[in-house]
């Protein structure tokens, strides 16, 4: 019975654990660009698990900022012309991204 029972077990960890390699796996990647000191698109609805790859084609810096359905704010670094960087968004929620760096710059990332 003890064998029985920690086969079972083995078998749920390992099928817990391939699930969370699936959703991994089967997580996707949206793309927002910096572009005329804009977000484009400005709004996006991607899935919990799914990232966001923000590329900068403006001739100048930006930065992201995202600021979480709660109020608090993470600031993703600065980004030079041509480099791009990639947030993931592992909750729902509606994030604001901002551009510390041009305040008018604004979008909303829709988590379901």
Not at 3 to 32: F, Q, Y
Not at 37 to 63: C, M, Q, W, Y
Not at 78 to 85: A, E, F, S, W, Y
Request: net charge positive; aromatic share 6%.
């Amino acid at each position: 019975m003890r064998l029985r029972s920690k086969l079972l077990a083995g078998a749920i960890g390992l099928t817990i654990g391939l699930s969370g390699w699936v959703a991994a796996a089967n997580a996707a990647e949206a793309v927002i660009d910096q572009l005329n000191l804009k977000f484009v698109p400005n709004t996006i609805t991607i899935n919990a698990g799914d990232s966001v790859r923000f590329e900068n084609h403006d001739p100048f810096t930006h930065d992201v900022t995202v600021v979480s359905p709660d109020g608090s704010s993470s600031d993703k670094g600065l980004q030079q012309h041509g480099k791009d960087n990639v947030v993931a968004f592992p909750k729902s929620g509606t994030f604001s991204i901002t551009c510390k760096m041009h305040p008018n710059m604004k979008a909303t990332v829709i988590v379901k």
